[in-house]
T-cell receptor, first 115, second 117 residues
Framework: NAGVTQTPKFRILKIGQSMTLQCAQDMNHNYMYWYRQDPGMGLKLIYYSVGAGITDKGEVPNGYNVSRSTTEDFPLRLELAAPSQTSVYFC??????????????FGDGTRLSIL | AQKITQTQPGMFVQEKEAVTLDCTYDTSDPSYGLFWYKQPSSGEMIFLIYQGSYDQQNATEGRYSLNFQKARKSANLVISASQLGDSAMYFCAMREGRRGGSEKLVFGKGTKLTVNP
């Protein structure tokens, strides 16, 4: 099983450039999430989605956009890259069919540097 | 106020000994869940163990167990018989809300565990 797949694994952007971080899951999970992890810190939620066509902001959404057109894919868009967006980005997914003891499954992360 | 507090930035343990990683949480929601994740130096996030607020017994999963003290709002991770491969960052996380909620997780800042031979 592939689980949660993130591409690319590494990327260097110039200030002001745009890019899309890709995330796909093959577990038929309803819920998907984007987090960022700054050095020495825990993960902070950027955006999440409870199903195709439904997205909502997390704790740190500024500077990012998301869409969810299918159950499998949840891309994260950076429109105008800024140095403050240098971070490691994690995509995650989970199933919630009732009692929410299901863990979130994480991709391997995308390490993004803005120079 | 922080919802998840991990007060130990770093911990050291000898191989084969047990170690406890602390986690305290803050919530007014009666329904919540607590998760522990391991992040090795390679960077991936690995789910270890889960404890629900209504669970009557402390969760166990192999060498991992959770010392859940609801009144004190603490959910400490206990690793028994430490192995060199246990060296990693460990994150405590909380999900608030009712069944079938959004399952948003709030993470602590983590504890770096080093297992010495």
């Amino acid at each position: 099983n592939a689980g949660v797949t993130q591409t690319p694994k590494f990327r260097i952007l110039k200030i002001g450039q745009s890019m899309t971080l890709q995330c796909a899951q093959d577990m038929n999970h309803n819920y998907m999430y984007w987090y960022r992890q700054d050095p020495g810190m825990g993960l902070k939620l950027i955006y999440y989605s409870v199903g195709a066509g439904i997205t909502d902001k997390g704790e740190v959404p500024n500077g990012y956009n998301v869409s969810r057109s299918t159950t499998e894919d949840f891309p994260l868009r950076l429109e105008l890259a800024a140095p403050s967006q240098t971070s490691v980005y994690f995509c995650a997914s989970s199933y919630s069919g009732g009692y929410s003891n299901q863990p979130q499954h994480f991709g391997d992360g995308t390490r993004l540097s803005i120079l | 106020a922080q919802k998840i507090t991990q007060t130990q930035p770093g911990m050291f343990v000898q191989e084969k000994e047990a170690v406890t990683l602390d986690c305290t949480y803050d919530t007014s929601d009666p329904s919540y869940g607590l998760f522990w994740y391991k992040q090795p130096s390679s960077g991936e996030m690995i789910f270890l163990i889960y404890q629900g607020s209504y669970d009557q017994q402390n969760a166990t999963e192999g060498r991992y167990s959770l010392n859940f003290q609801k009144a004190r709002k603490s959910a400490n991770l206990v690793i028994s018989a430490s192995q060199l491969g246990d060296s990693a960052m460990y994150f405590c996380a909380m999900r608030e809300g009712r069944r079938g909620g959004s399952e948003k997780l709030v993470f602590g800042k983590g504890t770096k565990l080093t297992v010495n031979p």
